[in-house]
């Protein structure tokens, strides 16, 4: 395992899945019952923005530190956005920013004290620094545990509501086999929970069958996000998030973010973004 979150914590890949993960947070939170949320591949939990390995890639400065800086934008983007940007620390007072929460830590700064959390992470060293960041938290258990096996193992959650983020590194060329298996073999177990997964749009034709696979296996509900930044440099440019069950509200939310952060994080002329339904209602789209 070499992948280290470190390199890439508040890139613009991290800043459109945690905004989107706040939203669906932020529903769950409108009703008193509690829920839970299982994060099968959790990172760290909170990173140093000042570290060495965030130092040799400065993505961070092209996705969070956007957004410092941004100003005059439509009203009903920023009501939307403002609870992620509180939540990563980017306020009025125009501190610079020093450190960057994982989706752990944002997860544990909207849960109640009611709710409850689990948290996988295999890496050694990862994994004992997650342990360390939630040590005195009752309402969190993080595991040094393949977030597969997890994913599994917890389904379904007493609570009967809640979210799971499946956020793998995409490092091993059989990682979207397993991840259809155990996303399939969780959701046949709780075909009501809100699932988040999230991956990199390398190939136009690996997204295409990631959703005629959702298709063919009876999901039903499927919002598909994706987001490319467009430009020159190498590396990442473009991701996508495909939502099972979305909170009703989320695809109009969606409408209103994405146009605006498209713009924000835009590294070339090409930049654009895609809004659809991977499946609705036990129908494919296209
Ligand atoms: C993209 S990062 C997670 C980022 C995190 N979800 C966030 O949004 O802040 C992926 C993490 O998965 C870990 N990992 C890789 N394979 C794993 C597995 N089978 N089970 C659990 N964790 C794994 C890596 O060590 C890495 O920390």
Not at 46 to 53: G, I, K, P
Not at 167 to 183: A, G, H, M, Y
Request: charged residues 25%; proline residues 6%.
């Amino acid at each position: 395992m070499n992948y280290r979150h470190s390199f890439h914590a508040g890139n613009f890949a991290d800043v459109f899945k945690h905004i989107f993960i706040v939203r669906i947070l932020l529903y769950l939170c409108l009703k008193e019952s509690p829920f839970r949320v299982i994060d099968t591949h959790a990172g760290e939990g909170f990173y140093d923005l000042n570290c060495e390995e965030a130092n040799r890639t400065s993505e961070w400065r092209h996705g969070v530190g956007r957004l410092r800086d941004f100003k005059g934008i439509d009203k009903s983007f920023c009501d939307l956005i403002q609870p992620y940007l509180c939540c990563v620390g980017i306020n009025e007072n125009d501190q610079p920013l020093a450190h960057y929460p994982g989706s752990p830590m944002i997860a544990s700064r909207f849960m109640r004290q009611q709710d409850r959390a689990i948290f996988c992470e295999l890496h050694p060293e990862a994994s004992r620094l997650l342990r360390r960041q939630f040590a005195h938290d009752k309402r969190i258990k993080t595991l040094h545990l393949d977030g597969y096996l997890g994913l599994g193992a917890f389904m379904p959650p007493k609570e009967r509501r809640g979210l799971v983020l499946i956020d793998p590194p995409f490092e091993q060329k059989d990682e979207i086999t397993r991840l259809l298996s155990s996303f399939l073999l969780a959701y046949r177990k709780w075909p009501t929970g809100i699932y988040v997964i999230w991956y990199p749009i390398k190939d136009p034709d690996f997204d295409r069958k990631l959703c005629a696979e959702f298709f063919n296996n009876n999901i039903t509900r499927t919002l598909r996000l994706s987001l490319n930044i467009g430009g020159q440099a190498d590396g990442l440019k473009n991701t996508g998030l495909l939502i099972v069950n979305p909170p009703f509200t989320l695809e109009d939310e969606a409408q209103e973010l994405m146009p605006f952060l498209t713009r924000l994080l835009a590294q070339g002329e090409d930049a654009g973004y895609q809004i659809d339904w991977a499946v609705r209602e036990g129908k494919i789209e296209r």
